[in-house]
């Protein structure tokens, strides 16, 4: 089944999400709250998240809604999953690595997905049929593919936090990876997924995420041939670790981390 007329209204709500966020990226007012889970909250986030909801309830009405600032509005069998800003701290800090997520799931499976970071003048994006693309800075746009990395040795791992894997119980299982593969980066956030459905990075473990964080990311890592998964076991939309590679690394990857 294809989700051509979706894809078209997930590009027109990044484009929405890319004016509003460019406007407010290091704005000298901007406004900085904390959350009850004391993770930050911009008036960028908030102004983003309800522009796209009062386009999707004008072109969607019967679809739900799952937004990271305003929650759940109930619907049939496709929902929509927003994440205005992933990677928020880096907005608030001034470095560009931070985008818009909007995915639509059917039955409860992200089908389709754009991840839009303006800042840094690139948009991904993925659907059956339409396989996995991104728009570059000069506005080339090219399909996508993970590597064909084989080994451990050879492979480039990124990850985020230490602290969370710490807090998880499994840095030394992140340790034993780092140990065996040729290079760690913590890119983190969305783009380390996006590097991996380029064929850029190999593998991404990540914890502490939620729905939001992840639902954009998967049709486009395995659209671009890749996999994602819990880090042990499969993937449920209540996932909080998760592991995401270019498939030929899944299992070597999750033995290394879960010993």
Known sequence: MTYTDDLLLAQQLADIADAITLDRFMAQ?????KKPDRTEVTD????????IKAKLAQMRPADGIIGEEFGITAGAN????????????????????????????????????VVSAPALGRRWWGSPGEGAKTRE??????HLNVSKISS??????????????????LLDGLMNLSRKVWRTRAYGDFWSYMLLAEGSVDIVAEHDLKIY???????????????????DGELTETTSSVLATNG?????????ILG
Do not use: C
């Not at 007012?29 to 709250?33: I, K, M, P, Q, Y």
């Not at 800075?137 to 090219?142: E, M, N, T, V």
């Not at 690394?249 to 999750?254: D, F, I, T, V």
């Open 29 to 33: 007012d901007l406004l900085v709250e």
């Open 44 to 51: 960028a986030d908030r102004a983003t998240e309800l522009a």
């Open 78 to 113: 496709r929902t929509w999953i927003i994440d205005p800003i992933d990677g928020t701290a880096n907005f608030m800090r001034g470095v560009p690595v931070w985008a818009t997520l909007i995915a639509l799931a059917v039955d409860g499976k992200p089908v389709l997905s």
């Open 137 to 142: 800075i000069d506005g080339s746009i090219r």
């Open 152 to 169: 451990l040795e050879d492979a480039s791992v990124s990850y985020n936090n230490l602290k969370l894997w710490d807090e998880s119980g």
């Open 213 to 231: 964080d992840i639902a954009a990311l998967v049709p486009i890592v395995e659209q671009a041939g890749g996999r994602f998964s819990a880090i």
């Open 248 to 256: 030929k690394l899944h299992e070597l990857s999750s033995a290394e």
